[in-house]
């Protein structure tokens, strides 16, 4: 199966691990070894390589992370190679426990993120505070050049793990919002968020001050038992929609939506523009919750657990995930409100106002991948 664009694009190889494991020479670690093999990552990985292996550590009161045993397998497979791998990721733009590095690392030490477990150091990638990136010239139409944290670009190879699932802004989130997001400094954050202007609906707001106690940049007061937020001070984080019991703060998902996903494809670019040939892509299709991992808790699953995939190819990967999460059967029990049958858009069906694709477009646009793709099943 695969996506086709139309002529002129080349399929790019997606191996997929399905989820199932029937026996201890099935396990999913076994397996996971000979996909990081099959799909050709021993020959990218070389010999005295500082490998960044990309992962999210989940904010504190996730539960839907990338397990730190999968992370160990992938870091055994590394240091077999002779490469150094280290974990890493960067710190946020909005203020919670992985704000600056000290918490960062408090954080991934209670996920299970440790020596001992998972086999490798953590480096939170842009520093102490999140100041520490260089400029990197990208091609875009947004930007020429962008943010880009130091210890990306100063790693010799990359291992992308990335936890597939929904996001309140930019619909779903896979390797191209690993590498853009994941990858950019605070200041690279803010230059992607800067588009997004939520406005409270005000015969919805109960103005009980959840936006406002999850604001970090404390430009929401209530006003007549009203949210008023502060456009010149807001950040554009996106933390007071996702806070918002009552769905009474909004943005506009034809224009904020698809801008800050084209700025990400951007991004995503310039994260990987030095090493095109020495990054490695695996996204994890399981625990497919409706919400980012920057949430502090973790909603039910969208879709049954799929498995694992890997490619050299970000925009493929993200491509193949999508169409196979859109084959299952989805969770009535969960925050989808339709697309429940097979074949249907399960990221539409939980946010239906916003248009996924163009962080796919945009970024097969850019030169970043092709969404045309041949899965080959181990």
Avoid at 196 to 211: L, T
Avoid at 251 to 259: A, P, R, T
Avoid at 301 to 316: C, H, K, R
Wanted: aromatic share 8%; with cysteine; proline share 4%.
């Amino acid at each position: 199966m695969g996506f086709a664009p139309g002529p002129g694009f080349m399929a790019s190889k997606v191996f997929f691990l399905e989820r199932r494991a029937t026996s201890p020479r099935k396990s999913l670690q076994v397996r996971l070894e000979k996909l990081f093999d099959r799909a050709g990552f021993n020959e990218i990985i070389k010999k005295g390589d500082l490998a960044a292996v990309k992962l999210h550590f989940g904010e504190r009161g996730l539960t839907t992370y990338i397990h730190p045993v999968f992370v160990r397998t992938i870091v055994d497979k590394l240091i077999h190679l002779g490469a150094k791998p280290f974990l890493t990721d960067t710190n946020t733009l909005y203020i919670e426990a992985r704000h600056n590095a000290v918490e960062h690392l408090q954080t991934a030490i209670l996920h299970g993120f440790t020596y001992a477990t998972a086999g490798a150091p953590v480096i939170i990638a842009d520093g102490l505070r999140g100041h520490s990136s260089r400029d990197v010239a990208v091609p875009g139409r947004h930007f020429r050049t962008v943010k880009i944290a130091q210890g990306i670009l100063d790693a010799d190879s990359m291992v992308v793990l990335s936890h597939v699932k929904g996001h309140i802004v930019t619909g779903m989130g896979g390797a191209i919002k690993n590498l853009s997001m994941g990858c950019s400094s605070r200041a690279g954050k803010h230059m992607m968020h800067a588009c997004i202007k939520p406005e409270v609906i005000a015969e919805k707001c109960q103005g009980d001050a959840h936006c406002q106690k999850h604001c970090p940049s404390q430009c929401i007061t209530i006003e007549n038992n009203v949210a008023f937020i502060d456009e010149k001070l807001c950040i554009g984080c996106g933390e007071c929609i996702a806070a918002c019991p009552y769905d009474s703060i909004k943005i506009d998902w034809d224009n904020d939506g698809e801008l800050l996903q084209e700025k990400m494809a951007e991004f995503a670019l310039g994260a990987i523009q030095d090493k095109k040939d020495k990054c490695c892509f695996l996204n994890f299709l399981m625990d497919i919750t409706p919400h980012c991992d920057c949430h502090s808790w973790s909603d039910s699953f969208i879709v049954p657990d799929i498995g694992i995939l890997a490619s050299t190819d970000p925009v493929a990967i993200d491509q193949a995930s999508v169409d196979l999460i859109n084959r299952q059967q989805g969770n009535v029990d969960s925050k989808l409100k339709g697309n429940y049958s097979p074949g249907e858009d399960k990221f539409v069906g939980v946010y239906p106002n916003c248009n996924y694709s163009v962080q796919l477009r945009y970024s097969e646009e850019l030169g970043l991948g092709s969404r045309s793709y041949e899965l080959i099943e181990l």
